[in-house]
Nanobody
Framework: QVQLVESGGGLVQPGGSLRLSCTASGFTLDYYAVGWFRQAPGKGREGVSYISSDGATYYADSVQGRFTISRDNAKNTVYLQMNSLKPQDTAVYYC???????????????WGQGTQVTVSS
């Protein structure tokens, strides 16, 4: 069964860090681009970052310099290291895998169920 599972979300204070994981099962992530998206309450879905199959990366302006995306093909997992977190980073974070690196949700082929990140004191 093809599946993407996110983990690592939680409650963190402003300025803190979290590392999200996106682990694939039923297929090999090596040849896929992986994107991270987020959706805050009452807002639309936002593309946060992506990494191509050959390691090229993209970051939204809102997270540039604070978030780092990486991949470990041996573990079939992509990570999103989030540092210097702000209350406005609060959202459900989703990962998606596709054959083309993109900031567009619908251009991916597989999607996870999401993990909640809450930044609050």
């Amino acid at each position: 069964q093809v599946q993407l599972v996110e983990s690592g979300g939680g409650l963190v204070q402003p300025g803190g860090s979290l590392r999200l994981s996106c682990t694939a099962s039923g297929f090999t992530l090596d040849y896929y681009a992986v994107g991270w998206f987020r959706q805050a309450p009452g807002k639309g879905r936002e593309g946060v970052s992506y990494i191509s199959s050959d390691g090229a990366t993209y970051y939204a302006d809102s997270v540039q310099g604070r978030f780092t995306i990486s991949r470990d093909n041996a573990k079939n997992t992509v990570y999103l290291q989030m540092n210097s977190l702000k209350p406005q980073d609060t959202a459900v974070y989703y990962c998606a895998a596709g054959l083309r690196a993109s900031n567009v949700w619908d251009e991916y082929n597989y999607w996870g169920q999401g993990t909640q990140v809450t930044v609050s004191s």
